[in-house]
């Protein structure tokens, strides 16, 4: 029974470690997040080890320490500029690019606004003057394969927009811990009427239109010189009235237009493995409850990016910079390269861009250029390199996939149950070594997988929760079960006895059957009428079944049912009873049936045991009075439930009838001590004629009643003059097992001017 108890607690114990894992998972605490991400980044870096697929045509141009140098001092290149760049000098680029057969160039340099005055006027071949800005966005226009930089924030001016293929999302989002790991696949921004354009640059109204709430009817404008919000109305489709700008529009023109337009800005490494794959970005199918978002192409080829509700995905550093396939040119050697072209001096120039994908990006250090940050990869990384590695999963079809929540708590679960398996199972020692290798292979399981298919398998919480705590609890639980079993056994007899018994019992070295004699009151309180309870909500159900024709198993669930609210009505009694017992320091010695035993004065010693038995007896019966008028009141209720009850087909529950208890109380000399075996177990009790004369005297008092003897009447009258005289004598009874009559007393117990009727 003890090693049965102890697997079900075990069990309880694993359930709860596994339970108490899973609802830290479930909250996302930062640390075990952080921990976690801690071992994406190892498993990050163990994978560039391993040979991996990438897409052959990525390439960086990059703008370092050199190429200002060379900018600024160097007259071979036809000029010199100094750092900011004048816009002719990344259109010379893109001329080269083009010329060498570049499939695509992607600016990681924004361009948030025009410099018309910036530099001197760039002559074009024919003799034409024409300012920097608009040589880079001719020669935009004429490459057709440019794609400018943009963030939500910062948007280039429409000269540059119109001209080149597409822009491409440059803004970057660190984790907590300023690691780069994750990227947007695309942000959403918006491209306001002229007129809501002016409202931001007015400066008495300064309207700011990145903060603008869209309200049903109703567009709002905060304003940066109060606190003020400035209201537009708009129809469903949010077309505003130009009369709410004091604007008449020509005859013939509709008086309304659209406040504003929406266009996703694509990720810039997204943008350019479209530019490889024929990907149409406008057709997008975005899913983000899904997980997924689907970038179709040409004769039903399409792409999956897993990406989580927020549109945000894990970047796959798989080429760091460096890499010998990523191909790498400094700036100055292309520009270099258009001089000699534009003078016609072809002969040594190389088409190294050529069918490449190419992001131009600063690789200086220590200057404004300074384009660095912590990766997976190395703590102070080119964050360029986030583009080209996006570009390269897109073309490959190669992307990271963490396991979904529900996905983890299945691994703790499975992880946890096999841990507790082995540590239940097993010796200890064996059972620790098991543990060991079953999370050493894991571990290198989760390292493999990321290792070849890019799977993100957790670590910290299947290990950390479901195998090492698991572990840790169910080995603390088998060293600390003998402890445990004794605490389960302290509190058990706690129930019954008094704890000076338990603690004489636990604290003894040598437990001796031996007994020893001693003057004891005993208490016999037998709960009377529950014998016809019993058979009275037995023959209610049985009837029940005989009526509605229920058989098998139907009939015997309506008989346990009535089976366990005769025990729970028993036990309420019984309970009654025994708190008087411990309440007045008795010891609970058993349970007879629905009969109360319990005894005074041993085995620690009790001056007024015969007083103490005495107000036990009369603080029962006086509970268990009130605990009948309470229950009483409870039938109303009762009647209502059965009510529902009968329309559900179940049996009705027996309306509460009061019970009473009939009392017995002897005091004389009697054996007490430990009965039993070391095999069998030991109970303490008491036993002799005087214990068997109490329950006799239980058998004599009927219901309601206490019933003493002579001798405990004569304790009384010592120890309580007072209550000894409300004691009423009763004629000598006859009985069982004494020849000669025993003179009795009854020991009133109702307060005065209660009546029994009450």
């Known amino acids: 029974m003890k090693q049965h108890l102890n697997k079900f607690a075990a069990v ?238 020509p005859p013939g023109t509709p008086d309304t237009a659209t406040a504003f337009t929406e266009e996703r800005l694509w990720h810039m490494g997204i943008v350019l493995a479209a530019r490889e794959l024929n990907l149409d970005l406008s057709r997008a199918r975005v899913d983000l409850p899904h997980g997924r978002i689907t970038l179709p192409g040409r004769d039903g080829f399409e792409r999956v990016i897993p990406v989580d509700a927020n549109g945000y995905f894990y970047i796959d550093w798989r080429l760091a910079t460096g890499d010998p396939q990523l191909g790498a040119m400094p700036v100055e050697y292309l520009l270099l390269q258009n001089r000699q072209r534009e003078a016609g001096q072809t002969a040594g120039i190389t088409n190294w861009a050529k069918d490449r994908l190419i992001v131009v990006g600063s690789s200086t250090v220590g200057n404004n250029l300074t384009d660095r940050g912590a990766t997976p990869l190395e703590r102070s990384a080119l964050l360029v390199s986030t583009y080209w590695n996006v570009a390269n999963a897109v073309i490959t079809g190669h992307y990271i996939w963490r396991l979904p929540v529900a996905g983890e708590l299945v691994i703790i679960i499975l992880l946890g149950a096999a841990t507790a398996t082995l540590t239940w199972r097993l010796r200890t020692i064996i059972a620790s070594l098991s543990v060991l290798c079953l999370l050493v292979g894991y571990l290198v399981f989760a390292y493999f997988v990321y290792t070849r298919w890019r799977l993100w398998l957790p670590i910290v919480f299947p290990l950390g929760g479901a195998v090492l705590m698991q572990h840790f609890a169910l080995v603390t639980h088998r060293v600390l079960f003998e402890e445990r079993e004794k605490r389960r056994v302290r509190s058990i007899f706690s129930k019954m006895v008094s704890p000076d018994v338990v603690n004489e019992l636990l604290n003894a070295e040598n437990l001796k059957v031996d007994g020893a004699r001693r003057e004891i009151t005993v208490l016999f309180a037998d709960i009377r009428g529950f014998t016809s309870l019993t058979d009275q909500m037995q023959e209610q159900v049985a009837e029940f079944v005989r009526e509605n024709r229920i058989e098998g198993a139907r009939a015997e669930e309506c008989f346990d049912e009535s089976a366990k609210e005769t025990l729970r009505t028993v036990n309420l009694y019984l309970a009654t009873v025994a708190e008087a017992v411990k309440k007045n320091n008795g010891v609970l010695d058993k349970y007879i049936g629905d009969c109360v035993m319990a005894y005074w004065n041993a085995p620690l010693a009790n001056e007024r045991h015969t007083l103490n038995c005495i107000r036990a007896a009369i603080d029962a019966q006086r509970a268990i009075a009130e605990l009948n008028r309470k229950r009483l009141l409870e039938n109303p209720a009762r009647e209502a439930e059965n009510t529902r009850r009968l329309a559900a087909g179940r049996p009705p529950l027996p309306l509460h009838t009061p019970l009473q208890l009939g009392s017995g109380i002897n005091t004389g000399q009697m054996i007490y001590g430990l009965m039993g075996s070391n095999e069998d177990g030991f109970n303490f009790t008491v036993f002799g004629r005087e214990v068997n004369l109490a329950s006799r005297l239980e058998g004599v008092s009927g219901s309601g009643r206490i019933i003493i003897s002579e001798v405990t009447f004569g304790h009384l009258l010592r120890m309580d003059p007072a209550l000894a005289a409300t004691c009423v004598a009763l004629p000598p009874e006859k009985v069982k097992g004494i020849r000669e009559a025993v003179k009795i007393y009854e020991v009133p117990w109702r307060p005065p001017g209660v009546t029994p009727a009450n």
């Open 12 to 249: 309880w114990l694993a359930v709860a470690v596994l339970l108490v894992t899973c609802g830290i998972r479930l909250c996302h605490w930062e640390l075990p997040e952080h921990l976690e991400l801690i071992s994406y980044d190892l498993r990050a870096r163990a994978a560039l080890r391993s040979p991996a697929e990438v897409a052959t045509n990525l390439a960086f141009v990059s703008i370092d320490e050199s190429s200002l140098t060379t900018v600024a001092n160097s007259q071979e290149l036809g000029f010199r500029a100094q750092f900011p760049w004048p816009r002719h000098i990344y259109g010379r680029l893109v001329n080269e690019l083009a010329a060498e057969g570049v499939k695509g160039v992607a600016f990681d340099v924004l361009f948030g606004e025009l410099h018309p005055d910036h530099d001197a006027p760039v002559m074009l071949p024919d003799g034409t003057l024409v300012e920097s800005d608009d040589y880079f966005a001719q020669a935009m226009r004429r490459g057709s394969n440019s794609f400018i930089a943009a963030t939500p924030d910062v948007v280039p001016p429409d000269l540059f927009l119109t001209n080149c293929l597409a822009p491409g999302d440059v803004s970057t989002e660190k984790d907590p811990d300023g690691i780069l790991r994750q990227a947007c696949a695309f942000h959403v921004i918006r491209h306001w009427h002229p007129l809501f354009q002016q409202l931001a640059l007015e400066p008495d109204i300064g309207a700011d239109l990145a903060n603008a709430q869209i309200k049903p009817g109703k567009i709002l404008l905060p304003q940066s010189n109060s606190t003020n919000l400035l209201t537009v109305p708009v129809d469903a489709d949010n077309r505003f009235k130009f009369a709410s700008f004091g604007v008449t529009p």
